[in-house]
């Protein structure tokens, strides 16, 4: 018997203007121990698909056709009680921001008991056994201290195994995980995904795998369905979708995805639709302050940076007990360079950023840019100037942007606060950033949450640039993004830093995207440097066990077809 049988499902939106369709009569199918991978670009219904099947679409969203059989029974008719009896027991998700997904009141013990009690009669002691059990299952190290610690504790990617943690709790038939591993680096991930191989292969789990990780799709996954504006383009076995595709934008979705053995000067990009967006950096260099560096001293010199982290609280200063999170860390960046970062959940590449940027005091070391240090500065003029000349793009393009600002005050900000310009000359600045980055003068007046992921991490790059910084700290800029729009701010990137030549610390854990972007990459493990090589001689000949680890988990993306690149 088919475990689930999605049949021409068609989800609406009705607004004041008009009915928007997410999801146009799409069908897939989940047999017992099946994991089938649902791909496709931001807004393409594959998450809404997954919301419909829990039955937890937000208002005024509902299902206007089609059906949703599970086990045999049609489960998209049922009410609120019938469906709250099924979710969670029967079908589990696992959701992408595990921030959202975790009380940040209560601790990761207190979360997985009440789960866990809540599917199955079992006594305190049996539930925090299984809930250690779990923690363990997902790789989190010493679970029986994790266990008693709260959401916040935790790096993004240790949030992300809880929340997995907590959709197994109820050992239910059928997981839908909508980007599991999106926030993961690849040991994670790998672990992850065997874990849910694991699962689908011993207790016949059925998963629907909602990623835009084509590396992951083909990795992982039995079948495979294409999604683009609501509609299913193409289906079928993984091997045959992702090497030998058929319908044009499935093939233009493979191209933008980075090849570990492959180095591009440009990522193709998405041709299907004709809705590639142009990126003016003629116009952005022309006005672009030219700043003569000396190629053969190193814009930034880190040496020796310590951090350490208050872990556990006391009266007395030999009571409390630190965390070091950054141990003596050192290495230089050159003039004009992208200098990589990468290295597992909670090595501590963000804290060397935010150290660097100067938001983390630094314990030990120092920070020096230009000559001059920049670490622990307490001179606020100083400061001030080290904050124009640098800048941020953050991970999560959402939440670094204020939903309560307009995009005009949000990009006019860092202008203000510099003091750099005045009146209609920071409006028209402003407006030719946002020109400049393809969302045109007409997104000024609109609030973030009127703007897709990819759009909204060109807004964090026009805000970016607004300083006309010379350095530039891309964190994880686009591990949220699917590879459509990854590609499109990747080629983003690769302008400021070829045109404009600015600097840039590139941290990220996606190994394919650090081989197209950096000149130099340094390897962290537990606040340490493991190493620093060329990229290409990183890629060819690692000089650790823990170097050549990271890259043999990296999917080597064989089978993709490779039509469609330059």
Not at 2 to 15: A, G, Q, W
Not at 47 to 60: F, W
Request: net charge negative; proline share 5%.
């Amino acid at each position: 018997m088919t475990l689930l049988d999605i049949n021409k499902l068609t989800v609406e939106f009705p607004t004041r203007r008009k009915v928007f369709r997410a999801v146009d009569a799409a069908s897939l199918t989940v047999e017992p121990g099946q994991i089938h991978g649902l791909v496709g670009e931001s807004g393409a219904g594959k998450s809404t698909i997954g919301a419909a099947v829990l039955g937890l679409l937000e208002r005024p969203g509902h299902i206007t056709g089609g059906d949703i059989v599970f086990q045999g029974e049609t489960i998209s008719g049922l009410n609120a009680d019938a469906m709250r009896k099924l979710r969670g027991k029967k079908i589990s998700m696992i959701f992408q921001d595990p921030l959202t997904s975790l009380n940040p009141l209560f601790t990761v013990k207190e979360q997985l008991v009440e789960t866990i009690q809540a599917h199955h009669d079992v006594s305190d002691a049996q539930a925090v056994q299984r809930a250690r059990d779990l923690i363990d299952r997902v790789g989190i190290p010493d679970p029986d201290t994790r266990l008693d610690q709260y959401p916040h504790q935790f790096s993004g990617g240790m949030r992300q195994r809880v929340v997995i943690a907590l959709a197994l709790c109820s050992e239910p038939d059928v997981i839908i995980a909508d980007e599991p591993t999106t926030a993961l680096d690849v040991s994670v991930q790998a672990q992850i995904l065997d874990l849910i191989k694991e699962l689908a292969r011993e207790r016949q789990v059925g998963v629907i795998l909602v990623t835009h990780d084509m590396g992951v799709i083909a990795e992982t996954t039995d079948v495979v369905t294409v999604m683009y504006a609501g509609e299913v383009v193409e289906s079928g076995p993984t091997e045959q979708v992702m090497g030998r595709p058929e319908h044009p934008y499935t093939k233009s979705l493979i191209a933008a995805v980075p090849r570990p053995t492959l180095k591009l000067h440009r990522f193709p990009q998405i041709s299907y639709g004709g809705r590639e967006t142009r990126f003016a950096i003629e116009d952005l260099a022309r006005n672009w302050p030219k700043v003569e560096n000396d190629p053969s001293k190193p814009l930034y010199e880190i040496k020796g940076i310590t951090k350490r982290f208050l872990q556990k609280r006391g009266l007395l200063p030999w009571s409390r007990e630190y965390f070091t999170a950054v141990d003596q860390v050192s290495f230089d960046i050159k003039p004009g360079e992208v200098f990589g970062v990468v290295g597992e959940s909670g090595s501590g590449k963000s804290t060397v950023a935010r150290m660097i940027a100067g938001l983390y005091q630094v314990d030990e070391g120092e920070v020096i840019f230009d000559g001059k240090t920049v670490s622990n500065l307490g001179d606020k003029a100083v400061q001030e100037a080290y904050r124009q000349d640098i800048q941020m793009i953050f991970q999560d393009p959402f939440s670094s942007l204020n939903p309560r600002m307009r995009v005009d005050e949000i990009v006019a900000e860092p202008i203000r606060h510099h003091k750099l310009m005045e009146g209609n000359a920071i409006q028209k600045r402003v407006e030719d950033l946002l020109d400049q980055v393809g969302l045109g003068a007409s997104a000024a007046l609109k609030y973030p949450h009127e703007f897709s992921g990819g759009q909204r991490q060109r807004i964090s790059i026009a805000r970016a640039l607004a300083t006309q910084p010379r350095f530039l700290i891309c964190d994880e800029p686009t591990s949220a993004l699917d590879v459509s729009i990854q590609a499109q701010i990747l080629n983003i990137l690769k302008d400021l830093q070829e045109h404009l030549g600015l600097t840039m610390l590139f941290i990220s854990h996606d190994l394919p995207v650090v081989r197209q972007m950096c000149d130099r990459v340094a390897v962290m493990k537990a606040g340490k440097i493991a190493e620093i090589q060329d990229t290409e001689s990183l890629f060819a000949n690692p000089q650790t066990e823990y170097t050549r680890e990271l890259l043999d988990l990296m999917p080597k993306l064989d089978d993709l077809s490779t039509e469609n690149l330059e």
